[in-house]
């Protein structure tokens, strides 16, 4: 059986202008969220308990660029980050940088494909974009804030120290 429509359906709505500006925002919210959500594969491989090392911080359109490189496994020691996701939704955040630590943590949440931080004193950061490749090991976060547009690049702790001992094997023969 058929259903008819009428123009309360939301179909012929949708072809309306005022409807298309009244409703598009939270359909293509809603798609957006759908489309890109987290997997249980893709959330325990975030949850990783070795957790995850900085390869590069950078922070764009601010009137220059920073990249931050000293995060590259090839210069070790420069400075090195870790970022650990708890299964209870709890993270921690460790940075060296010239020989200090910083260590912040706090909670966090996944709501589609994005991430929240909520440091220990409650205050947002994010929410971030995160794309998680399951196949590279890798995590990128992304967040524009004031036009300025911030990206990490994060790989797995256990492919980073697989990746290191290679290249010392490789070196070494």
Wanted: aromatic share 6%; hydrophobic share 40%; charged share 20%.
């Amino acid at each position: 059986m058929m259903q008819e429509l009428t123009l309360s359906s939301p179909v012929l709505c949708l072809l309306h202008l005022r409807c298309v500006t009244r409703f598009a925002p939270v359909l293509m919210m809603a798609a957006v969220l759908s489309a890109s959500a987290l997997t249980p594969d893709e959330m325990k491989l975030l949850q990783d308990p070795a957790g995850w090392e900085y390869l590069s911080i950078t922070d764009a359109d601010n009137g220059f660029e920073t990249h931050h490189v000293c995060f590259d496994p090839a210069t070790p020691n420069t400075c090195k980050g870790s970022l650990l996701f708890r299964p209870d939704m709890t993270f921690k955040k460790s940075i060296q940088v010239h020989g200090q630590t910083i260590n912040r943590g706090g909670t966090y949440q996944v709501d589609g494909g994005n991430i929240l931080f909520l440091d220990e004193f409650n205050n947002k950061d994010g929410p971030y974009t995160a794309e998680l490749n399951p196949d590279t090991k890798t995590l990128v976060l992304e967040m524009v804030q004031a036009g300025v547009h911030f990206r990490m690049e994060l790989l797995q702790a256990k492919e980073l120290r697989k990746r290191r001992e290679a290249r010392q094997k490789s070196a070494a023969s």
